[in-house]
């Protein structure tokens, strides 16, 4: 069973920086596409970004692009989300997902459904 955990979130200045980590146990995330999500209160669950297994694509919501980036480091089994030029409208739970597929090719960011295991999530807060 593949277990995943996120840490690195917290409180930051709009403008500011995080890393989120997506750590993964019982399982090789070698043949997983991670997908990174988040939930602001009283909103639906959104799509961030996304990262084929071999992390040679990745896709990002309009609302991110040119200040997140994903990456991967199969070696240590986990999945980073650098989040930077924060804006107060990031902040929400961030989660990280996997999706048993080695040939996804993260054309799009695949819906909530579709993700087959799921962390407990990280709280970001942007805010003065």
């Known amino acids: 069973q593949l277990q995943l955990v996120e840490s690195g979130g917290g409180l930051v200045p709009p403008g500011g920086s995080l890393r989120l980590s997506c750590a993964a146990s019982g399982h090789t995330l070698n043949s997983y596409v991670i997908g990174w999500f988040r939930q602001a209160p009283g909103k639906e669950r959104e799509g961030v970004s996304c990262i084929s297994s071999n992390g040679g694509s990745t896709n990002y919501a309009d609302s991110v692009k040119g200040r997140f980036t994903i990456s991967r480091d199969n070696a240590k089994n986990t999945v980073y989300l650098q989040m930077d030029s924060l804006k107060a409208e990031d902040t929400a739970v961030y989660y990280c997902?996997?999706?048993?597929?080695?040939?996804?090719?993260?054309?799009?960011?695949?819906?909530?459904?579709?993700?087959?295991?799921w962390g407990q999530g990280t709280q970001v807060t942007v805010s003065s």
């Open positions: 997902a996997a999706l048993l597929d080695s040939f996804a090719k993260c054309a799009r960011i695949y819906e909530v459904f579709e993700y087959d295991y």
